[in-house]
């Protein structure tokens, strides 16, 4: 028979040792849980490396302070660029650049006098980093950092518009039957016909492709040959060209066509592209034929003639 709680002063102290040694387990288990990585922690944040500028508007030749925050230990570059350095060192003051020691996580200040960029504003102050001071520092941080700046006063030319060239890919060149009659049987004249399966694989479209051909013999490919307009090519697009390159007769072995693609994007020059080397041949089976059924008719006549002969004589 379960005895009951005991009450009183007796009681009191028993239920008090109990609620002790519960809270002091449930200290212990906490105290472990911590150290074991059991409890919730506020998430970590990393700031990336940021620049500064003082003042933010200054005209060539003023004094400007810099100031890195967050970089890690290792000389850091500052450039005055334009263009806000799009195309990289080219739109920076290259002969004006400084660089700043960063000893440690604290913020570094550094002067810099305020030198005309090269190309006109949007203006910037690039910092790059170029020699960590410890192993872990690159990945810790990114390569470059800008910020923006007025330069007033400036006057500079504007940097030349850049575009993404375009990029068209040869995938496949296969040399197809040519199509056969009277004049190609007895190769009095010819063609090389060209299966060439091209690509755009740049991020614009390819409006004006053009085509140059040389044919001839092997390394001696001289006759320029007409090639046929081809349509445009949107970015990502993949076509199969038929070309048919001529060839004048009589046509006696191997004929080679070399081909050079130009691509180009609208308002730019066009640049070479890619180029292909095809090799067909070309013999006068019909004259051979030709012969072959004179040779036959001979043999047939010189038989006749024989057995002709063999009965008169006898």
Not at 24 to 48: D, E, H, I, K
Not at 65 to 87: D, F, H, K, M, Y
Not at 155 to 183: F, I
């Amino acid at each position: 028979m379960a005895q009951p709680p005991p009450t009183g002063p007796v009681g009191r102290r028993r239920r008090r040792a109990v609620t002790g040694r519960g809270t002091s387990a449930c200290a212990l288990a906490l105290v472990l849980a911590a150290s074991a990585g059991g409890l919730p922690s506020a998430a970590a944040t990393a700031t990336p490396p940021q620049t500064t500028v003082d003042p933010a508007s200054a005209g060539v030749g003023q004094p400007l302070v810099v100031t890195l925050t967050g970089w890690p230990t290792g000389n850091v570059q500052l450039e005055i660029c334009g263009n806000q350095a799009r195309r990289g060192s080219v739109d920076c003051a290259a002969g004006a650049a400084r660089q700043l020691y960063v000893p440690g996580p604290q913020p570094a200040t550094g002067r810099l006098t305020l030198a005309a960029p090269p190309v006109a504003c949007p203006c910037v102050i690039r910092s790059r980093l170029l020699d960590p001071g410890t192993p872990d520092s690159a990945a810790a941080a990114p390569v470059t950092s800008t910020v923006a700046i007025d330069i007033t006063g400036l006057t500079a030319p504007v940097a030349p518009a850049t575009t993404v060239p375009a990029q068209l890919r040869l995938e496949n060149v296969t040399v197809a039957p040519a199509d056969r009659d009277w004049s190609t049987l007895f190769a009095l004249r010819g063609a090389v016909v060209l299966d060439v399966d091209v690509r755009n694989d740049g991020p614009s479209d390819i409006n004006a492709p053009r085509l140059s051909l040389l044919t001839g013999r092997p390394e001696q490919a001289t006759v320029i040959a007409d090639a046929p307009e081809i349509a445009p090519l949107p970015a990502g697009q993949r076509r199969t060209l038929r070309i048919v390159v001529p060839l004048d007769g009589p046509l006696y072995g191997r004929y080679v066509v070399h081909g050079q693609f130009q691509v180009g994007v609208p308002g730019t020059a066009a640049a070479p592209g890619a180029a292909f080397v095809a090799e067909a041949e070309h013999y006068p089976w019909g004259w051979a034929a030709v012969a072959g059924g004179l040779i036959l008719i001979l043999l047939v006549r010189q038989f006749v003639g024989l057995a002709r002969a063999r009965r008169l004589s006898s």
